[in-house]
């Protein structure tokens, strides 16, 4: 079954440092999109980045890097040099390809101390 | 402007009633989504639709209804039968076809009140 975990409900990083976000999911579909998405406290939904499951490369926005690892269905974000802009809810995403079915992590809020 | 309008931003209903939440494009989108957020619950996917005249239930439909009369529209419906409705409503849209990554792009949200 479709599934996606985040296994940190809520991180304190300091300002400037590299932080990695956990993600890892589950699917049967040999086909498909890995999204992570920025809520900050104004409730908005920012889209970060995307890897689909066939790109060899891992993908960059940025400061913002998708650490995946397909063997150990592992989509994790890293932020480099992050910033107190930065605090916000954080979500990974799925998407299958055979039935555009998009589902969602509970999240992991990111704090950033100056 | 280019984009999606829910409405209404609050809504407050009483205990029975149904109430309809609008979902409005302009962006040309093929597929449409709604998801509901409660704290610590992350985004839940309640219908999607991929085309006109065609929807499938997510993985929390029961309780909720929609329609997809028109490309531009999928209102969703929460009627009386949800047993807990309160909760923060997300309506999102994406160019589907293998267009780019495809990403979600959401509304502001409706935030609704059971009293």
């Known amino acids: 079954a479709q599934k996606i975990t985040q296994t940190q409900p809520g991180m304190f990083v300091q300002e400037k440092e590299a932080v990695t976000l956990d993600c890892t999911y589950d699917?049967?579909?040999?086909?498909?999109?890995l999204f992570w998405y920025k809520q900050p406290s104004s409730g908005e939904m920012i889209f970060l980045i995307y890897q689909g499951s066939y790109d060899q490369q891992n993908a960059t926005e940025g400061r913002y890097s998708l650490n995946f690892q397909k063997a150990r269905k592992s989509a994790n974000l890293v932020i480099s040099a992050s910033q107190l802009g930065d605090s916000a809810m954080y979500f990974c995403?799925?998407?299958?390809?055979?039935?555009?079915?998009?589902?969602f992590g509970k999240g992991t809020r990111l704090h950033i101390l100056p | 402007d280019g984009g999606i309008t829910q409405s209404p931003k609050y809504l407050f209903r009483k205990e029975g009633q149904n109430v309809t939440l609008s979902c409005e494009q302009n962006l040309n989108h093929d597929a449409m989504y709604w998801y509901r957020q409660d704290p610590g619950q992350g985004l839940r996917l309640i219908y999607y639709?991929?085309?006109?005249?065609?929807?499938q239930k997510g993985d929390i439909a029961e309780g909720y209804s929609v329609s997809r009369e028109k490309k531009e529209s999928f209102p969703l419906t929460v009627t009386s039968a949800q047993k807990n409705p309160t909760a923060f409503y997300l309506c999102?849209?994406?160019?589907?076809?293998?267009?780019?990554?495809?990403?979600?792009?959401f509304g502001e949200g409706s935030r609704l009140t059971v009293l």
């Open positions: 995403a799925m998407r299958e390809n055979r039935d555009d079915k998009i589902i």
């Open positions: 639709s991929q085309i006109v005249n065609d929807f």
């Open positions: 699917t049967s579909d040999p086909s498909y999109g």
């Open positions: 999102a849209t994406r160019l589907a076809g293998g267009h780019g990554t495809g990403e979600l792009f």
